[in-house]
Nanobody, 124 residues
Framework: QVQLVESGGGLVQAGGSLRLSCAASGRTFSSAAMGWFRQAPGKEREFVAAIGWNGGRTYYADSVKGRFTISRDNAKNTVYLQMNSLKPEDTAVYYC?????????????????WGQGTQVTVSS
């Protein structure tokens, strides 16, 4: 088992920045692919970004490319999502997920562990 706790969400004006963190405990963090997903009210959960176990592979949704950066620090058992140039349409609850294995999925169904989420609100 692995426990995931997200933090760093909040209210920010359009054009601003936030950095989300997802701290893991329990099962070995360094062997897991990690992903960030988000869900806005009335919408389905959508993929945001993912990173391989050693940080060598990263993937982004087209909507966030060039604005968001995913990274990880295996020594701290933490994955980050740096979000710049935020837009009102980025408003959502952001969740991190963990998936053990070689694959780095971009679909939520493949992630076996999830955090409780952190709210990000971007005002116009």
């Amino acid at each position: 088992q692995v426990q995931l706790v997200e933090s760093g969400g909040g209210l920010v004006q359009a054009g601003g920045s936030l950095r989300l963190s997802c701290a893991a405990s329990g099962r070995t963090f360094s062997s897991a692919a990690m992903g960030w997903f988000r869900q806005a009210p009335g919408k389905e959960r959508e993929f945001v970004a993912a990173i391989g176990w050693n940080g060598g592979r990263t993937y982004y949704a087209d909507s966030v490319k060039g604005r968001f950066t995913i990274s990880r620090d295996n020594a701290k058992n933490t994955v980050y999502l740096q979000m710049n140039s935020l837009k009102p349409e980025d408003t959502a609850v952001y969740y991190c997920g963990a998936k053990y294995g070689v694959r780095v999925p971009t679909t939520g169904d493949e992630y076996g562990y999830w955090g409780q989420g952190t709210q990000v609100t971007v005002s116009s």
